[in-house]
């Protein structure tokens, strides 16, 4: 949930810090230097909601993109002492980056957990002329005002073998390597199934029974992208007097006590095995994005990362089924469907119902459709928090 939920605080920060250092979209400007040289392939294309999957990915696609890795390894290791520096809104585990260094042994990897101060870090070190991160990250709406002032560089994700068909959803320079989505998690012990609609929690039988937080609007935003800004705020505006829904900033405890058995969130990250999630008419699922950061120091290890964090099948592998690397960040849904069948525990839950959520027609973000959705989001703020 870390590219999501300051989706519309994180905006403001941006806008602020914009303000006082002047535009930096020059930045991002111009070719960029990062080019691969990986033969074309033809994806054997099935569409995944508004998501083009490859299942042929891992046969024809991945062997050059393999082979590229090789060579920006090569030039990673002579950039900036081999020093990879990546900023998020955690810091990444030891794990993590244990995994990534099996690989790519001579690269070290400095990380920064940053939450909400994320975007205002990276736009204050490039002010300042101090060392940037090297890796950017977010969904399209989340990092639209970053987006703008020109900080993703502008790589040629397909010279390095990634299928075209990946690169629609967002600028063509975004890498997209997961989703997430709007899901209704609930507790089985207290609540044997929720409803296909948000307008079914108008039911009698979930009044006082369903959380939102104040931070997390864009869970309403697909609603309203399908029925009309009005529809969706005289929903909240019902869900809210009418006693049923509840602001919570922590819906954790109280959804896995019963308490508050339903919790309008993204993906569980909570092992209980009484917790479920669903997706619901009109849930926003989206894809998550990382780039290269126009102001980095070591941009082929950034791509290098980007990459292998994306696409490489043996990582992927461990996040689908151990629990030390079951993020709440589902892979990309554009690779193959045996990618996903072998997911196990929270990873499954919550791949399975992100998976549905976009087989159902779920709402997604496009590039297109980035300032509407955020229109939206910031509407859902408003009737939420006043």
């Not at 989340?142 to 993703?152: P, V």
Request: aromatic share 8%; proline share 4%.
């Amino acid at each position: 949930m870390k590219r999501t939920l300051g989706a519309v605080a994180g905006a403001a920060v941006v806008a602020l810090a914009l303000s006082g250092c002047g535009t930096q979209a020059e930045a991002g400007d111009g070719e960029s230097s990062l080019k691969g040289d990986a033969a074309a392939a033809t994806c054997d294309a099935v569409d995944v909601g508004a998501i083009t999957r490859c299942e042929n990915f891992y046969d024809d696609y991945w062997p050059e993109i393999d082979k590229q890795l090789d060579a920006l390894y090569e030039q990673a290791k002579e950039e900036d002492g081999g020093t990879l520096v990546i900023w998020d809104w955690y810091e990444l585990s030891p794990d993590v980056i244990a995994q990534f260094n099996e690989r790519f042994p001579d690269i070290k990897v400095e990380t920064r957990g940053l939450t909400y101060n994320l975007s205002s870090a990276i736009i204050s070190a490039k002010a300042t002329g101090s060392r940037n991160t090297d890796v950017v990250s977010g969904s399209i709406t989340s990092m639209a005002a970053m987006y703008d002032e020109g900080f993703w560089e502008k790589v040629d994700w397909q010279s390095f073998g990634v299928p075209e068909e990946y690169l629609t959803l967002g600028a063509p320079e975004l890498m997209p390597d997961s989703i997430n989505g709007s899901l209704l998690q609930y507790n089985t012990d207290k609540i044997a199934e929720v409803p296909a609609s948000l307008d079914g929690l108008l039911a009698p039988e979930y009044t006082g029974k369903v959380s939102v937080a104040g931070y997390n609007a864009v869970v309403f935003a697909g609603y309203g992208m399908a029925e009309g800004e009005d529809a969706m705020l005289d929903l909240i505006d019902e869900l809210m007097s009418s006693g049923t829904m509840k602001l919570l900033e922590d819906q954790g405890a109280p959804l896995s006590s019963g308490d508050v058995p339903v919790a309008l969130n993204q993906t569980l990250f909570n092992p209980n095995p009484s917790l479920q999630v669903a997706p619901f008419e009109h849930s926003g699922v989206w894809a998550q994005f990382s780039g290269v950061n126009s102001d980095a120091k070591n941009k082929p290890g950034a791509a290098l990362w980007t990459l292998w964090n994306a696409f490489d099948p043996d990582w992927i592998h461990l996040r689908m089924t151990d629990e030390r690397f079951a993020s709440t960040q589902v892979p990309f849904a554009g690779l193959p469907a045996a990618t996903f069948g072998e997911a196990t525990g929270l990873m499954k839950t919550n791949a399975d119902a992100l998976l549905l959520g976009l087989d159902s027609g779920a709402e997604t973000e496009t590039q297109d459709t980035r300032d509407d959705w955020q229109a939206m989001i910031n509407a859902a703020d408003k009737a939420l928090n006043g």
